[in-house]
C-alpha cells in the first residue's frame, strides 16, 4: 500500500474506532457514573462496572467494524487475549483516575470522566491498532 493509501487507511480506522470508541465508552462512562453519583456505589467498584459493560461491547465492536480489514486474522485466540490485555490497561488506566481524583483530590464523582472520555480512548486506539488488530 503507498503512503497515501496508508495514512487513508488510518484515518478511516481512527473515525470508525471514534464513532464506535465513543459508544462503547459512553456505555462504560454510565455505567460508572450512575451507580457513583446516584447509588452511592463507591467510585472504584462503580469503575469495575464500567469496565465490564464497556469491554463486554467492545471487542465484537472494534474487531468487526473499528479495524475490519485490518491486520492477520487467522489468530483469533491471540487477538482475543490481546484485545483482554489492552482492556485492563484501559481499567487500569480509568481506576487511576477515579482512585485519584475522587480519592486524594476529593473531587466530584465527574473529574474522572475527562480522562477517561480523552485519554484512555487515544491510548487503546494505539495498542489495538498496533498490537491487537495490526
Known sequence: MDKAGA???????LFRFG????????????AYYIPATYFGV???????????????????MHSRISFAGHGSRDEPGRRTLRFFIVS?????????FVG???G????????PVIPMLFVT???T???NRQWVFG
Open 104 to 111: 486524594p483530590l476529593a473531587g466530584p464523582t465527574w473529574w
Open 121 to 123: 480512548p487515544m491510548v
Open 42 to 60: 463507591a467510585p472504584l467498584l462503580a469503575n469495575l462496572l464500567g469496565y465490564a459493560v464497556a469491554v463486554a461491547f467492545g471487542y465484537v
Open 7 to 13: 495514512l487513508k487507511s488510518l484515518f478511516g480506522q
Open 88 to 96: 485492563l490497561v484501559s481499567l487500569g488506566l480509568n481506576s487511576l
Open 100 to 102: 485519584v481524583l475522587t
Open 19 to 30: 464513532m464506535v470508541g465513543a459508544f462503547v465508552t459512553a456505555l462504560g462512562v454510565l
Open 125 to 127: 486506539f494505539t495498542l
